[in-house]
T-cell receptor, first 113, second 114 residues
Framework: AQSVTQLGSHVSVSEGALVLLRCNYS??????LFWYVQYPNQGLQLLLK??????LVKGINGFEAEFKKSETSFHLTKPSAHMSDAAEYFC???????????FGTGTRLKVLA | DAGVIQSPRHEVTEMGQEVTLRCKPI?????LFWYRQTMMRGLELLIY????????DSGMPEDRFSAKMPNASFSTLKIQPSEPRDSAVYFC????????????FGQGTRLTVV
């Protein structure tokens, strides 16, 4: 069965510091992977997605993620955190051949001034 | 397009009452999903439709839950009777065909059952 694991339910970084949010997936076939962001009292918004084209994927708001098959990882990074990045971030995988999106448990990012 | 529209945004109801949540997907989208978000269980897929037909309802927790999609522009999720443990944020999402396409989410309905 396909699944995603997000390490760290809460991450704190200083403004201007590197953001690294971890996501590992489990899949028997090449997966489609997504990162979503959820701001308070809002729905989820797509940050970026991996669909087997380029392994380094650039998204909105300066975020990017690298697909590493050997490590079964799809970590999300941003070189310099901004206060507005404070939100909850979800990694998701879509099951091959279906439209079922399986979400990780989320990582809440806090940005310290 | 205005995006996925859900109503109401907030619902407070008493245990045992019927609750109906509504969703208008993005025009032209082929797939519609209902998710439930709780602190304990995170985001759970309840059911999804393709061209108004339910494809997978394995995530629906109990027979008290039912979902319909009478046409391409409207879906409902009904809970009857409601229980306090149904309190959660319910999200509707829609997407185009293609397994690599993203789902677009509504702002959710926060349901509180007292």
């Amino acid at each position: 069965a396909q699944s995603v694991t997000q390490l760290g339910s809460h991450v704190s970084v200083s403004e201007g510091a590197l953001v690294l949010l971890r996501c590992n997936y489990s899949s028997s076939v090449p997966p489609y992977l997504f990162w979503y962001v959820q701001y308070p009292n809002q729905g989820l918004q797509l940050l970026l997605k991996y669909t087997s084209a380029a392994t380094l994927v650039k998204g909105i708001n300066g975020f990017e993620a690298e697909f590493k098959k050997s490590e079964t990882s799809f970590h999300l990074t941003k070189p310099s955190a901004h206060m507005s990045d404070a939100a909850e971030y979800f990694c998701a995988v879509s099951l091959a051949g279906t439209y079922k999106y399986i979400f990780g448990t989320g990582t809440r990012l806090k940005v310290l001034a | 397009d205005a995006g996925v529209i859900q109503s109401p945004r907030h619902e407070v109801t008493e245990m045992g009452q019927e609750v109906t949540l509504r969703c208008k997907p993005i025009s032209g989208h082929d797939y519609l999903f209902w998710y439930r978000q709780t602190m304990m269980r995170g985001l759970e897929l309840l059911i999804y439709f393709n061209n108004n037909v339910p494809i997978d309802d394995s995530g629906m927790p109990e027979d008290r839950f039912s979902a319909k999609m009478p046409n391409a522009s409207f879906s409902t999720l009904k809970i009857q009777p409601s229980e306090p443990r149904d309190s959660a944020v319910y999200f509707c999402a829609s997407s185009l065909a293609g397994v690599d396409t993203e789902a677009f989410f509504g702002q959710g309905t926060r349901l509180t059952v007292v």
